[in-house]
């Protein structure tokens, strides 16, 4: 089987795979542990259950002016996912309430962008197809995938600490251990060992 084809097939399982955890009911995320604030609060949301903590999602947010916790406000890379997540709220919500299930779309959609590109460059490797199926395994977990659908830093965090490590397709012929080398030097970074 061509192998360009093979990674759209993992990429669509992963697809497939990351649907039925997070936005099929019974949704799967993670409880506000305190944290949300730190993400959401800039924004002025809250839970609107605000029993919902430490041990259940809490599925619906709202507009709430005491929202905000400045000493615990961190500017995350996350921000960024929630700003997208709230204008596609926009879009989608008929109650003006942000569904957790928003940001987890928003999450799955760059993190199977991330592992589409990271499949694309991989596709030389005689190995791939089995790194592949290894991945894809790996990174639908639900361990991982939770995440998805939580206002925590990590996904932000997962996502864009891929770039030191990514095999450029600029270089197809240097070993993987060069590339790595030579990726952690262009990111000012010391060298991989």
Avoid at 47 to 58: M, Q
Avoid at 115 to 122: D, E, I, S, Y
């Amino acid at each position: 089987m061509d192998r360009r084809k093979l990674a759209w097939i993992v990429i669509a399982a992963a697809a497939v795979i990351l649907s039925c955890q997070l936005f099929v009911n019974p949704i799967v995320g993670l409880a506000d542990q305190g944290d949300f604030a730190r993400t959401l609060g800039p924004f002025g949301y809250a839970a609107e259950d605000k029993s919902a903590t430490i041990a259940f999602v809490a599925p619906k947010y709202v507009q709430a002016p005491d929202s905000r916790r400045l000493g615990w406000e961190q500017p995350s890379s996350e921000y960024l996912f929630v700003a997208c997540a709230m204008l596609l709220n926009n879009i989608v919500s008929r109650d003006g309430k942000l569904d957790i299930v928003v940001i987890g779309i928003v999450h799955a959609l760059a993190f199977l962008a991330a592992f589409a590109r990271l499949l694309m460059v991989t596709k030389q490797y005689r190995v791939s197809p089995y790194l592949w199926v290894v991945g894809l395994i790996v990174l639908t977990d639900v361990g991982y995938a939770a995440y998805w659908n939580s206002f925590y830093a990590e996904p932000a965090s997962c996502i864009f600490s891929a770039p030191p490590f990514r095999i450029s397709s600029r270089s197809r012929g240097s070993s993987f251990a060069g590339q790595a080398r030579m990726e952690s030097a262009d990111m000012g970074r010391p060298p991989i060992a």
